[in-house]
C-alpha cells in the first residue's frame, strides 16, 4: 500500500472541498476501497474521512418517503422498521448481499460506488480499461461467466455488484449529492450510473469531489416485493443474475435486474409486458443484449427467476 495522507473534517463543506484535491477519495466503511488500496487498483494521495458528517439517519420526508443518509450502514437500514414494512424490496436485497459483518461496515453510500468485482479488474497482470484506460479488456476473449449481457461495449463487458443499487432502481431512488463549490444536487438512480462504451473508467456522472449525502425513497409502492438472487453459493457470494420485483394488486410492477449488467438493469418498457408473463418482458429487458459463449446462461436464468417471483407475489 502506498503512503498517503489523511484527514476528517467536521462539516459537509469542508469535505466536498477536500474531496475536491487531485487524487483524494472519501472514505467510510472501506470494505471495497481498502482491498483495493492494498492491490494498488485504487491509489489516493489522500483520503477524506467522512463519518463524522452526521449522515447517519433515516427520517421521514414531507412527500411520505424515506432519506437514508449516506452513512447508514446496511445492517441499520435493512432492520428499520419503516423500510422492513414499506420497502421490503430493499431489506430483502440488503441481507441477500455481503455477510453480516461486512453489513454492520458497509454504507449506503460506499454501497452505490462499490467497484466491479471483474477478476480482470482486480488482476493488475491483466489489461483492464476500467482500471487501466486503453489497456484492453482481457475478459472478451477471457473468462466472462460472472460478467455482463447487455448494457456492455467493447471496451469492457464488467458488471456492477451491488445487490442494495437493485432494489432502490426498482424504487426509483433519488441520490442526493453536495459537488465541490458547495451546490447540492438531487439525481435520479436511473441517470446516475454510466453505460461503459469507450470510457469504462468513468463509473457515475458525480463530478471531482462531489459527495453523496443521501438517498430519498419516494413514498410506498405497496404490493408484493421479492428479491431473487442466483449465486454459486448461497453465503457471501456475488449474483450471477438477481432479480429485483414490485408486483401491485393492479397488476402493474417493476423489475430490476443485478448481475447482468454494468449497472442495475431496469427496462420500463418491459413492465407493460409482466401481464403477459416473464418470457415477453426478459425479451425487452435483454434487447440488444450481447451475451459471451460462457455466459449465455445468464438469459434463460434471468427469466426462469423472474417467473418464479411472479409465480410467488400472484399466489
Same mark, same amino acid.
Not at 104 to 112: E, H, P, Q, S, V
Given at each position: 500500500?502506498?503512503?498517503?495522507?489523511?484527514?476528517?473534517?467536521?462539516?459537509?463543506?469542508?469535505?466536498?472541498?477536500?474531496?475536491?484535491?487531485?487524487?483524494?477519495?472519501?472514505?467510510?466503511?472501506?470494505?471495497?476501497?481498502?482491498?483495493?488500496?492494498?492491490?494498488?487498483?485504487?491509489?489516493?494521495?489522500?483520503?477524506?474521512?467522512?463519518?463524522?458528517?452526521?449522515?447517519?439517519?433515516?427520517?421521514?420526508?414531507?412527500?411520505?418517503?424515506?432519506?437514508?443518509?449516506?452513512?447508514?450502514?446496511?445492517?441499520?437500514?435493512?432492520?428499520?422498521?419503516?423500510?422492513?414494512?414499506?420497502?421490503?424490496?430493499?431489506?430483502?436485497?440488503?441481507?441477500?448481499?455481503?455477510?453480516?459483518?461486512?453489513?454492520?461496515?458497509?454504507?449506503?453510500?460506499?454501497?452505490?460506488?462499490?467497484?466491479?468485482?471483474?477478476?480482470?479488474?482486480?488482476?493488475?497482470?491483466?489489461?483492464?480499461?476500467?482500471?487501466?484506460?486503453?489497456?484492453?479488456?482481457?475478459?472478451?476473449?477471457?473468462?466472462?461467466?460472472?460478467?455482463?449481457?447487455?448494457?456492455?461495449?467493447?471496451?469492457?463487458? +464488467?458488471?456492477?455488484?451491488?445487490?442494495?443499487?437493485? %432494489? &432502490?432502481? #426498482? @424504487?426509483? !431512488? *433519488?441520490?442526493?449529492?453536495?459537488?465541490?463549490?458547495?451546490?447540492?444536487?438531487?439525481?435520479?438512480?436511473?441517470?446516475?450510473?454510466?453505460?461503459?462504451?469507450?470510457?469504462?473508467?468513468?463509473?457515475?456522472?458525480?463530478?471531482?469531489?462531489?459527495?453523496?449525502?443521501?438517498?430519498?425513497?419516494?413514498?410506498?409502492?405497496?404490493?408484493?416485493?421479492?428479491?431473487?438472487?442466483?449465486?454459486?453459493?448461497?453465503?457471501?457470494?456475488?449474483?450471477?443474475?438477481?432479480?429485483?420485483?414490485?408486483?401491485?394488486?393492479?397488476?402493474?410492477?417493476?423489475?430490476?435486474?443485478?448481475?447482468?449488467?454494468?449497472?442495475?438493469?431496469?427496462?420500463?418498457?418491459?413492465?407493460?409486458?409482466?401481464?403477459?408473463?416473464?418470457?415477453?418482458?426478459?425479451?425487452?429487458?435483454?434487447?440488444?443484449?450481447?451475451?459471451?459463449?460462457?455466459? +449465455?446462461?445468464?438469459?434463460?436464468?434471468?427469466?426462469? %427467476? &423472474?417467473? #418464479? @417471483?411472479? !409465480? *410467488?407475489?400472484?399466489?
Amino acid at each position: 500500500m502506498r503512503a498517503f495522507s489523511y484527514e476528517k473534517p467536521g462539516t459537509l463543506a469542508e469535505a466536498a472541498a477536500a474531496g475536491a484535491r487531485e487524487g483524494a477519495k472519501y472514505i467510510a466503511g472501506g470494505t471495497n476501497l481498502i482491498d483495493l488500496m492494498k492491490l494498488e487498483i485504487e491509489t489516493p494521495a489522500h483520503l477524506v474521512d467522512v463519518n463524522g458528517l452526521g449522515l447517519d439517519r433515516i427520517e421521514e420526508t414531507a412527500a411520505g418517503g424515506l432519506r437514508i443518509g449516506a452513512l447508514v450502514r446496511n445492517t441499520d437500514l435493512a432492520a428499520d422498521p419503516r423500510v422492513r414494512r414499506d420497502y421490503a424490496l430493499l431489506t430483502r436485497a440488503l441481507v441477500a448481499g455481503a455477510s453480516g459483518q461486512l453489513r454492520n461496515k458497509a454504507t449506503t453510500a460506499g454501497n452505490l460506488l462499490q467497484r466491479t468485482r471483474c477478476a480482470y479488474f482486480y488482476d493488475t497482470n491483466m489489461p483492464c480499461n476500467k482500471r487501466a484506460p486503453g489497456s484492453g479488456c482481457a475478459a472478451l476473449e477471457g473468462i466472462s461467466r460472472q460478467l455482463g449481457v447487455v448494457g456492455t461495449s467493447e471496451a469492457c463487458i +464488467a458488471t456492477h455488484p451491488s445487490d442494495m443499487a437493485v %432494489a &432502490l432502481r #426498482a @424504487l426509483d !431512488a *433519488e441520490i442526493e449529492t453536495m459537488r465541490a463549490d458547495g451546490v447540492a444536487r438531487s439525481i435520479p438512480i436511473g441517470e446516475f450510473y454510466r453505460t461503459p462504451g469507450e470510457t469504462p473508467e468513468i463509473e457515475t456522472v458525480l463530478g471531482a469531489g462531489e459527495l453523496i449525502t443521501g438517498v430519498t425513497l419516494p413514498a410506498p409502492l405497496g404490493g408484493a416485493q421479492l428479491y431473487h438472487k442466483a449465486r454459486d453459493r448461497a453465503s457471501y457470494a456475488f449474483a450471477l443474475v438477481s432479480v429485483g420485483l414490485v408486483l401491485r394488486e393492479d397488476g402493474t410492477g417493476r423489475i430490476a435486474l443485478g448481475g447482468v449488467a454494468p449497472m442495475p438493469w431496469r427496462v420500463e418498457a418491459a413492465e407493460a409486458e409482466l401481464g403477459e408473463g416473464a418470457a415477453a418482458a426478459c425479451e425487452m429487458l435483454f434487447a440488444g443484449a450481447r451475451p459471451t459463449e460462457q455466459n +449465455a446462461f445468464k438469459l434463460p436464468l434471468a427469466e426462469r %427467476a &423472474l417467473a #418464479a @417471483l411472479l !409465480a *410467488e407475489a400472484r399466489s
